[in-house]
């Protein structure tokens, strides 16, 4: 079986989300870093223009998504699951809630001046000009609204005002009591808003969170080793893509295989990418690519939160 390799960066708060689900599984994995900001030119041969971090390579099938990404770390380790029986629509659809709404709020928190000052005060100041043109770009066009600080204030104690209630009724140690993808969408913000001395203290005001937030932490990342990008498109060359689902999943909107399509987020990062149509299943799609350096590869995409149309 192929290698797990993700390519991500380390202050990526999604890519926490995915270290902290390898973690969970006690999985082995590749660490291949890739750059915070565009251009990213080892990591556009795998996903034909797909930006956003982080993403699950497996020889030579690229996951884009950690919605998806949790779904075939499942495939490889059914146990401890990401999605427990009983409670796969209730982690999913709070996943989801979480990875835009609670995301979007953390984002505007870690974003304010005084946060940004203590966050970049050590770089140079063309990075952090760098920073904010390319986060000006990965956020136009989509459907992702910028939230002010402001508001986000306004609003966070409420939410976590909810989910210290949740944790505090719920029976065993978790949001919907065992471990599932609900608590690794929410950590990953809550990392990200403790990042700071300035906004620290917007988890460390609540008790129950604070403490559940240790125990999803503790989790750990897994065992990682070190790999070269240059290494894991190698890999993608050297290998072929694994056997595609038959589900028998008929598309509403009547794409049919073998059609050239584009695939891209909504919300943000929007950048498509083109390539036939192989596989439109009920949760994921999945495009045929060639690159010169990479080979051939199937690209996956989730069907919540992407746009496919025809060329």
Same mark, same amino acid.
């Given at each position: 079986?192929?290698?797990?390799?993700?390519?991500?960066?380390?202050?990526?708060?999604?890519?926490?989300?995915?270290?902290?689900?390898?973690?969970?599984?006690?999985?082995? %994995?590749?660490?291949?870093?890739?750059?915070?900001?565009?251009?990213?030119?080892?990591?556009?041969?795998?996903?034909?223009?797909?930006?956003?971090?982080?993403?699950?390579?497996?020889?030579?099938?690229?996951?884009?998504?950690?919605?998806?990404?949790?779904?075939?770390?499942?495939?490889?380790?059914?146990?401890?699951?990401?999605?427990?029986?009983?409670?796969?629509?209730?982690?999913?659809?709070?996943?989801?809630?979480?990875?835009?709404?609670? *995301?979007?709020?953390?984002?505007?928190?870690? *974003?304010?001046?005084?946060?940004?000052?203590?966050?970049?005060?050590?770089?140079?100041?063309?990075?952090?000009?760098?920073? =904010?043109?390319?986060?000006?770009?990965?956020?136009?066009?989509?459907?992702?609204?910028?939230?002010?600080?402001?508001?986000?204030?306004?609003? %966070?104690?409420?939410?976590?005002?909810?989910?210290?209630?949740?944790?505090?009724?719920?029976?065993?140690?978790?949001?919907?009591?065992?471990?599932?993808?609900?608590?690794?969408?929410? !950590?990953?913000?809550? %990392?990200? =808003?403790?990042?700071?001395?300035?906004?620290?203290?917007?988890?460390?005001?609540?008790?129950?969170?604070?403490? %559940?937030?240790?125990?999803?932490?503790?989790?750990?990342?897994?065992?990682?080793?070190?790999?070269?990008?240059?290494?894991?498109?190698?890999?993608?060359?050297?290998?072929?893509?694994?056997?595609?689902?038959?589900?028998?999943? =008929?598309?509403?909107?009547?794409?049919?295989?073998?059609?050239?399509?584009?695939?891209?987020?909504?919300?943000?990062?929007?950048?498509?990418?083109?390539?036939?149509?192989?596989?439109?299943?009920?949760?994921?799609?999945?495009?045929?690519?060639?690159?010169?350096? !990479?080979?051939?590869?199937? =690209?996956?995409?989730?069907?919540?939160? *992407?746009?496919?149309?025809?060329?």
């Amino acid at each position: 079986m192929s290698e797990l390799i993700l390519h991500h960066y380390p202050t990526s708060p999604f890519a926490e989300k995915a270290r902290l689900m390898l973690g969970y599984k006690q999985l082995s %994995w590749r660490s291949v870093h890739i750059p915070p900001l565009m251009p990213k030119p080892d990591l556009m041969p795998l996903t034909g223009g797909y930006r956003k971090t982080p993403v699950l390579q497996v020889g030579a099938d690229i996951y884009c998504d950690t919605a998806l990404i949790a779904r075939r770390l499942e495939q490889e380790k059914a146990v401890p699951a990401l999605f427990p029986e009983g409670h796969e629509f209730t982690s999913a659809s709070f996943a989801l809630w979480v990875d835009s709404v609670i *995301f979007q709020h953390a984002v505007s928190l870690v *974003f304010q001046p005084e946060s940004i000052a203590m966050r970049f005060g050590k770089l140079p100041p063309e990075f952090l000009k760098a920073f =904010v043109a390319d986060r000006s770009q990965l956020f136009s066009g989509g459907t992702a609204s910028k939230l002010s600080a402001e508001q986000a204030k306004h609003q %966070w104690p409420a939410f976590m005002a909810r989910i210290e209630e949740q944790l505090s009724r719920e029976e065993g140690d978790f949001l919907f009591g065992e471990p599932s993808i609900a608590d690794f969408s929410l !950590a990953h913000c809550l %990392w990200f =808003v403790k990042a700071t001395p300035v906004t620290s203290p917007l988890v460390d005001a609540y008790p129950a969170v604070s403490a %559940w937030l240790g125990r999803v932490l503790g989790f750990g990342h897994g065992s990682p080793s070190e790999m070269s990008a240059e290494e894991a498109i190698n890999v993608a060359r050297d290998s072929q893509p694994a056997a595609l689902p038959q589900d028998g999943f =008929v598309d509403p909107n009547g794409l049919q295989i073998g059609q050239r399509v584009a695939i891209a987020a909504t919300d943000y990062g929007c950048d498509p990418v083109e390539g036939e149509l192989v596989h439109a299943g009920l949760e994921s799609l999945v495009l045929r690519r060639e690159d010169p350096r !990479a080979g051939t590869v199937h =690209v996956h995409f989730p069907r919540i939160g *992407f746009a496919i149309r025809a060329l």
